[in-house]
């Protein structure tokens, strides 16, 4: 049986997590079928105004987990109303690091919820 899933990463210069995810300009989304990356495209975002919950939220659709390194309660809240997981890393890395540890049950996360514009 294949197992597929989507998730998500914010990024802010295509190459590192954003430390705050309604700052994301971009998502990096990554299609996993068995583990491995199968399809990665980027949804741009066209802005980084933080409190703009329902763009990144649309631009998420189909996702099943987004990373991020920062995220607001309001923001935590519109995600796991749409079924989508916010994975809050508890250190700052690449993309490909941050997939690569989520992937093996590596990712050290933090249940902390922060909101940086505030």
Do not use: K, W
């Not at 495209?41 to 802005?47: Q, S």
């Not at 809050?88 to 514009?117: D, P």
Request: with cysteine.
């Amino acid at each position: 049986m294949r197992r597929s899933v989507t998730i998500a990463v914010g990024t802010s210069d295509g190459v590192a997590v954003c430390e705050h995810l309604a700052r994301s300009s971009a998502f990096v989304v990554l299609e996993v079928r068995d583990g491995q990356v199968a399809s990665r495209t980027v949804r741009e975002r066209g802005t980084d105004a933080c409190g703009n919950h329902r763009s990144f939220v649309e631009l998420l659709e189909g996702c099943s987990a987004v990373l991020c390194g920062g995220i607001g309660q309001g923001a935590a809240d519109a995600l796991a109303a749409h079924g989508i997981a916010p994975v809050v890393t508890a250190a700052q890395h690449t993309i490909e690091e941050a997939v690569a540890l989520y992937l093996s049950g590596q990712l050290v996360t933090s249940n902390g919820r922060v909101c940086l514009c505030h």
